[in-house]
């Protein structure tokens, strides 16, 4: 399979020099919300309507691949995105701490079994991309990972092992596209206090939230090598600004629209004889009393 990423002014480069600071947490101009929440339902019809002739044919794949920083929107932007979409096309899947079974294994297994099966969409809400973030922050974190040995080069290591991931499965039919959803501090403080005041949202917010905003240069240098290093044709990264939600989601899915639109996607074509089978069904069907 041959997939170029869509272009976009959000697509990050595969190649050239990447300063994390220079990439928008805002649009230049904010859409109207309400505009912006019509746009996104007929954009998601489109995307319906994709996803059928992509569970049809049974060729090709889609993961799609949400990372940010807490109260960034993954969760929302997922729900808007897939909202109206048939729900027997595509499977999502949230990764938190490995288990002691995961830890098992190598950092790609417990996702590799994930992985969504030709004619459907996957979604990845937080990823094996956490092994280059999470840990390469709290680097103590390897200690419970049992490896043979640590060594100073893990971290490239892993971006190899991550190419060379998705390009196997971009050679294998399966689309990937990941998605960074670029929130601010600001705005994610005025998250977090919107969480604590508002009784319904309590369930969403931890002290350790708070603890991890401590770390913020250390995540958006990962952010920064992360996004550089593997963004890849057969695998591209999106940095979407995320401070305005309703243009969050639009982006997002207008991406995902124009991606599934440049494949080959068709609906199967029956063999002649199959055709002629048919016919004879119809009219015994049509000579029933």
């Not at 505009?35 to 060729?59: C, E, F, G, M, P």
């Not at 995961?102 to 990823?127: T, Y």
Request: cysteine-free; aromatic content about 10%; hydrophobic content about 40%.
């Amino acid at each position: 399979m041959k997939f170029n990423a869509i272009e976009n002014e959000y697509l990050i480069p595969s190649q050239g020099n990447l300063k994390i600071e220079s990439l928008p947490t805002l649009p230049e101009q904010v859409p109207d919300h309400k505009s912006a929440k019509k746009q996104l339902s007929k954009t998601v019809k489109k995307i319906d309507k994709l996803q059928r002739v992509l569970y049809a044919q049974n060729t090709y794949s889609l993961l799609l691949i949400f990372q940010a920083m807490d109260a960034a929107g993954k969760d929302s932007t997922i729900r808007a995105v897939t909202r109206g979409v048939n729900p027997a096309g595509f499977q999502v899947y949230s990764f938190k701490q490995p288990s002691k079974l995961e830890l098992d294994h190598d950092f790609l297994w417990r996702s590799a079994i994930a992985l969504p099966e030709r004619g459907r969409i996957g979604i990845f809400n937080r990823s094996y991309y956490e092994e280059v973030l999470v840990v390469r922050v709290h680097p103590e974190y390897l200690a419970g990972q049992m490896l043979p040995v640590i060594s100073e080069g893990i971290w490239s290591q892993r971006y190899q092992s991550i190419n060379d991931h998705e390009k196997h499965l971009a050679l294998n039919g399966t689309v990937v596209l990941k998605f960074w959803l670029n929130v601010s501090m600001a705005e994610q403080k005025n998250r977090f206090l919107s969480r604590i005041e508002d009784e319904s949202k309590n369930w969403k917010f931890s002290s350790g939230d708070v603890k991890e905003r401590g770390y913020w240069s250390e995540y958006m240098n990962a952010y920064q090598e992360m996004l550089k290093t593997t963004s890849k044709p057969w695998a591209p990264w999106y940095a979407i600004p995320a401070d305005n939600k309703p243009f969050m989601r639009l982006q997002v899915a207008r991406i995902i629209e124009q991606s599934l639109s440049s494949l080959d996607l068709s609906y199967p074509q029956l063999a002649a004889d199959e055709v002629a089978e048919l016919k004879a069904m119809r009219i015994q069907l049509e000579q029933e009393d």
